[in-house]
């Protein structure tokens, strides 16, 4: 025969200390805070979104281009809008030259819009009053890469001076082209003109663009019309 249990006693409960013995505490179980690999880790990533959420935030604003629109000056370096410049001559014989400079400045704008991720851009010509002097200015609300003269190994052409070379004034820059000038003359100011000219910063980019070379041969007297668009644009 079993004999019955002592009374309090209980098979599913672990029987106590033996008489004499402390009673064994279990260690508390170490929090996940507690552990130097833990809150070093939790430190890098705390610290990676405090610094980054900031950084991409500003790279986003900064980078982004903005779709704001822009107006082109009713005048530039003393030349009028082209359309305005031809309808003074000849409103009526003029209208199939209007109606095509119109459509080329607006498709262009379209291109260059296109070109910065949807930027705000504009195109423009402009004109002298006897239609003998003519330029295109081409407007960005984004930056843009300067701009690049092709390498040319003078010496080993013979050539006086690159076909074409950067000028650099103030921020503005320059692409001249200076014809073939044999070594031992100097380029014909005459025959030398400055194809378009830039200036860029964070939010705009402004080019000017030759569309004769008649009055466009003096990079700073171009440089000053982009400066004046730069001040009316910015």
Do not use: H
Not at 54 to 72: F, I, Q
Not at 148 to 155: F, G, K, L, M, R
Not at 190 to 199: A, D, H, L, M
Request: aromatic share 4%.
């Amino acid at each position: 025969m079993t004999a019955d249990p002592p009374p309090g006693f209980s098979p599913d409960v672990p029987p106590g200390p033996a008489p004499g013995q402390p009673a064994q505490i279990p260690a508390p179980r170490r929090s996940l805070l507690s552990r130097p690999a833990v809150t070093g880790l939790l430190g890098v990533l705390i610290g990676a979104l405090l610094v980054g959420v900031p950084w991409l935030v500003l790279t986003l604003l900064v980078d982004a281009p903005s779709g704001r629109a822009l107006s082109a000056p009713p005048q530039l370096g003393g030349l009028s809008r082209a359309q305005e410049a031809i309808a003074k001559l000849d409103k009526v014989k003029g209208q199939p030259m209007i109606a095509r400079i119109a459509k080329t400045d607006r498709e262009t704008a379209a291109r260059v819009s296109v070109a910065y991720g949807g930027a705000g851009a504009i195109a423009q010509q402009y004109q002298d009053a006897r239609l003998q002097r003519a330029f295109q200015l081409v407007a960005v609300r984004a930056s843009s890469p300067e701009l690049v003269a092709p390498y040319e190994d003078t010496e080993a052409l013979g050539l006086a001076a690159p076909s074409t070379e950067l000028v650099r004034v103030g921020a503005v820059q320059c692409l001249r082209y200076n014809g073939s000038t044999p070594a031992g003359s100097a380029p014909d100011p005459e025959r030398s003109f400055v194809t378009n000219c830039q200036r860029t910063g964070p939010a705009l980019t402004v080019t000017l663009r030759s569309i004769s070379s008649e009055g466009n041969r003096d990079p700073r007297e171009l440089a000053g019309i982009v400066e004046q668009a730069w001040r009316e644009l910015a």
